[in-house]
């Protein structure tokens, strides 16, 4: 076939790999704008931009894609069989979803309709769920709502984070793509209607997701979400009035009795009250503007006085 491929971060790579690999032919690339990074603000390259150039694929970066008539021209003019989007980060107008003969195909990291939205690797992870998977989809003008094409699943496991879910999803993703471009160009593949009753939402992670909130949260719960919101926004709280940052927790059960958000270095390990009367270990916290300690040696450096609380 003769694509546009639609993509940005790493997650994105391997998709594009594959199609190539396949012997589809890549007329042109769009990918976000390069943009400022790390602590010296330089200009950062998308992995998907890196591995177009270095195959000779020429590669466009709009700023804007609804009004931008110079792109419409250009895609017009390749008449693409198929636009692939894969972590593009940018929502696809309705001109450029009624352009090819078989549509905008999505790789989307979840079970669809499970985890629609701009985070569902995270959000699967967050809230505990034992699979989660990639699915291919025929994009519409709804959030992750068209067609469903392919799916494949994977075992999320329990002390999987959602950093470690990207290669596999991603690899899963590439083979999908291949596969479901086959099956659309010898009719083997029957697109289905999701059932939008089961849909679950995976919007975009703030800062406030990652708030411990002891007693909204089991120890389960809470570490779940620190499992899912890796490595932003990751999980905090405030100590003495101060940003507090977790690194390392874990659920764990205890002869102790502490209320939520109370903490205690009684037994020689860090352990803080969660909801419904269980219990966390601090294994690795980050005071504001200090160093990443242990639990029990920041118990000891800070002194840590019987009911003090995380809020």
Not at 34 to 39: E, L, M, N, T, V
Not at 160 to 174: E, F, K, R
Not at 228 to 247: I, N, S, T
Request: charged share 20%; with cysteine.
């Amino acid at each position: 076939m003769r694509l546009v491929f639609c993509g940005t971060p790493e997650f994105a790579v391997p998709s594009l790999q594959a199609v190539v690999a396949a012997g589809h032919e890549v007329a042109l690339v769009l990918t976000q704008p390069d943009r400022p990074a790390g602590r010296k603000m330089e200009l950062q390259v998308p992995p998907v931009k890196a591995l177009a150039l270095s195959l000779g694929i020429p590669v466009e970066q709009p700023l804007k894609l609804k009004t931008n008539s110079e792109l419409r021209a250009q895609l017009e003019a390749i008449q693409p069989d198929a636009i692939i989007v894969v972590a593009y980060g940018r929502i696809i107008p309705d001109w450029m979803l009624a352009l090819p003969r078989f549509g905008n195909l999505n790789v989307h990291g979840s079970l669809l309709p499970k985890y629609r939205g701009a985070a569902p690797i995270q959000w699967a992870v967050a809230n505990g769920e034992t699979e989660t998977g990639v699915t291919t989809m025929r994009l519409d003008a709804g959030l992750d709502t068209g067609e469903m094409l392919l799916s494949r699943s994977l075992a999320i496991g329990s002390d999987a984070t959602s950093p470690q879910l990207y290669p596999p999803l991603a690899a899963i993703g590439a083979e999908l793509l291949v596969e479901t471009l086959a099956g659309l160009a010898d009719g083997s593949i029957t697109p289905q209607v999701q059932d939008h009753s089961q849909s679950t939402l995976a919007p975009i992670l703030t800062r406030d997701d990652g708030r411990l909130q002891p007693t909204k949260f089991t120890a389960q719960q809470a570490y779940n979400r620190w499992r899912g919101f890796q490595p932003w926004p990751g999980c905090w709280a405030e100590f003495r009035g101060k940003r507090f940052l977790l690194h390392a927790i874990h659920p764990v059960t205890s002869q102790v009795a502490l209320a939520p958000g109370e903490l205690d270095a009684s037994t020689g390990i860090l352990l803080l009250g969660m909801a419904e009367g269980t219990l966390l270990r601090l294994d690795e916290v980050q005071p504001e503007a200090k160093p990443r300690i242990g639990g029990a040696q920041f118990a000891r450096d800070y002194q840590l006085k019987a009911g003090e609380r995380l809020e």
